[in-house]
């Protein structure tokens, strides 16, 4: 069985400032109120752990139900579109209930690299029809780190994420490095508006009933919930992916690494470091 086949998977739209625009999704959320203006947009599904069913007569879609993690490998869809890697933190939680079968609260108990990668195409009807489109489609890091408290003063406060892409023997920065506590919502405020959000989001626009589709699921003890895509650099936000392309995102402990670190390790395609979360997977 697949490590996180069992877990809900969801993840988060525009948590980190800029991200839409560049990835071309701004105009899609443009009548979605947030509380403010820093807050992210959304959430979305990206598997269903458990027998198919329909909502209504559209959504969930069918490939929402297949497994699409990897800790190696991305398939490209079979259809002739553009994908670009998102790299950002997925974080393993714990779904907490109350008697009524209503999400009380998460708890954050390992994160990670994670690469949310996505089509782009304009005019999706949802964020979800971009995000699964079958078996390797997405990706998360085989190392993954124990969180002693999602809050400040905790281990991740001390971690930064970067990212690349080798092409053709050649390696490309194709996200920013930047420290994790640069996400618009972080810690607290984080998992007090994703509860709030699966327990009030609506069916409009490119959003989804997500509590719905938990409750057909069974209310999952279990969830990897990606927390939103960083920023590229302009390599990345114009560089799409191609077969023989290996992605790397890179989760590291600021205090004993920087960027050039990551980078020589990359070069030396040795990902072997203590307090690095690795994610490396090969396109195909």
């Known amino acids: 069985m697949a490590p996180f086949?069992?877990?809900?998977?969801?993840?988060?739209?525009?948590?980190?400032?800029?991200?839409?625009?560049?990835?071309?999704?701004?105009?899609?959320?443009?009548?979605?109120i947030t509380a403010d203006e820093a807050a992210?947009?959304?959430?979305?599904?990206?598997?269903?752990?458990?027998?198919?069913?329909?909502?209504?007569?559209?959504?969930?879609?069918?490939?929402?139900?297949?497994?699409p993690l990897s800790n190696d490998t991305i398939t490209l869809p079979q259809e002739d579109v553009n994908v670009q890697a998102e790299p950002e933190v997925?974080?393993?939680c714990v779904m907490?209930?109350?008697?009524?079968?209503?999400?009380?609260c998460i708890e954050p108990l390992k994160f990670g690299a994670y690469n949310d990668c996505s089509i782009r195409v304009a005019g999706a009807d949802k964020i979800s029809d971009k995000k699964n489109w079958g078996k390797d489609s997405k990706g998360i890091s085989?190392?993954?780190?124990?969180?002693?408290?999602?809050?400040?003063?905790?281990?991740?406060?001390?971690?930064?994420?970067?990212s690349f892409l080798v092409r053709n023997g050649e390696v490309h920065a194709y996200g920013e490095d930047v420290e994790l506590n640069g996400y618009s919502?972080?810690?607290?405020?984080?998992?007090?508006?994703?509860?709030?959000?699966?327990?009030?989001?609506?069916?409009?626009?490119?959003?989804?009933?997500?509590?719905?589709?938990?409750k057909k699921c069974n209310n999952p003890q279990h969830a990897i919930i990606s927390i939103g895509a960083t920023r590229y650099t302009p390599y990345g936000e114009s560089t799409f992916l191609q077969p023989d392309d290996k992605v790397v995102v890179a989760v590291y402990n600021n205090t004993q690494y920087n960027?050039?670190?990551?980078?020589?390790?990359?070069k030396e395609q040795n990902f072997t470091q203590e307090n690095i979360s690795f994610l490396v997977q090969n396109v195909r």
Do not use: R
């Open 90 to 92: 997925g974080l393993v």
């Open 40 to 67: 992210p947009k959304g959430m979305f599904p990206f598997y269903l752990p458990c027998e198919s069913f329909k909502i209504d007569a559209t959504y969930p879609k069918e490939k929402l139900f297949t497994y």
């Open 259 to 266: 960027v050039k670190d990551i980078l020589n390790a990359v």
């Open 142 to 162: 085989a190392t993954l780190f124990e969180i002693d408290t999602f809050s400040e003063g905790g281990i991740m406060d001390s971690f930064s994420i970067c």
């Open 185 to 214: 919502y972080f810690y607290k405020q984080l998992t007090d508006w994703i509860t709030n959000q699966i327990n009030t989001q609506e069916e409009f626009g490119p959003l989804e009933d997500i509590k719905s589709y938990i």
């Open 5 to 32: 086949e069992n877990y809900l998977g969801l993840g988060i739209a525009g948590n980190f400032a800029l991200h839409l625009d560049q990835a071309g999704e701004a105009e899609d959320f443009k009548d979605i």
């Open 96 to 104: 907490h209930y109350d008697k009524n079968g209503k999400l009380s």
